[in-house]
């Protein structure tokens, strides 16, 4: 069975920092692109960072690039993001999910965690 | 970017209705590059179909994607109690993907 865990959300100060991690369980996570998806509350789906199999190629959201990167340990079978200077725009629950088939840079996702909630205030 | 506008926003209908979701979007979805996903509170989101009209795996019959080019609709030919949830588009015919805002089915 397949399973994402998210966990490392939480209540951050604007401009501060937070890592995300998901552990992915049941496939083989080295042969998948995996992405991060975010809710702000009471909003629809906006696609964050894609990441492909290896780690070599990364995109991301106009609205978070210079301030997050995401990363992958295939030894750990984890996926990373890393939230920088954080603003109170950011706040939403994050998800990550395994892409399923990707065209131009842009993919489906089979599966999705439940996620984590980030939230940016003072 | 390609926006995706859902219609409605809710859609009240009792057990055992038909329900058809709209999906436009604001220039033509390349190769059909189209997917539908519910989710319901406090639960993964689930993909329910794909390609426009490909149904994931293990996902009932009663669910049928269909359309092109900007015009796509999710059909449930008869609305089971589970049903009841919000409905989201996401086009990945091109970068970035993008996701519709939602549409509501609730009961009646």
């Known amino acids: 069975e397949v399973q994402l865990l998210e966990t490392g959300g939480g209540l951050v100060q604007p401009g501060g920092s937070l890592r995300l991690s998901c552990v992915a369980s049941?496939?083989?996570?080295?042969?998948?692109?995996m992405s991060w998806v975010r809710q702000a509350p009471g909003k629809g789906l906006q696609w964050v960072s894609t990441i492909s199999g290896s780690g070599g190629t990364t995109d991301y959201a106009d609205s978070v690039k210079g301030r997050f990167t995401i990363s992958r340990d295939n030894s750990k079978n984890t996926l990373y993001l890393q939230m920088n200077s954080l603003r109170a725009e950011d706040t939403a629950v994050y998800y990550c999910?395994?892409?399923?088939?990707?065209?131009?840079?842009?993919?489906?996702?089979?599966?999705w965690g439940q996620g984590t909630l980030v939230t940016v205030s003072s | 970017e390609i926006v995706l506008t859902q219609s409605p926003g809710t859609l009240s209908l009792s057990p055992g209705e038909r329900a058809t979701l709209s999906c436009r979007a604001s220039q033509s979805v390349r190769s059909t590059y189209l997917a539908w996903y519910q989710q319901k509170p406090g639960q993964a989101l689930r993909l329910l179909t794909y390609g426009a009209s490909s149904r994931a795996t293990g996902i009932p019959d009663r669910f049928s994607g269909s359309g092109s080019g900007t015009d796509f609709t999710l059909t449930i030919s008869r609305l089971e109690p589970e049903d009841f949830a919000v409905y989201y588009c996401?086009?990945?015919?091109?970068?970035?993907?993008?996701f519709g805002q939602g549409t509501k089915v609730e009961i009646k």
């Open positions: 049941g496939f083989i996570f080295s042969t998948y692109a």
């Open positions: 996401q086009q990945y015919g091109s970068s970035p993907r993008t």
């Open positions: 999910a395994i892409d399923r088939f990707c065209s131009g840079g842009s993919c489906y996702s089979e599966y």
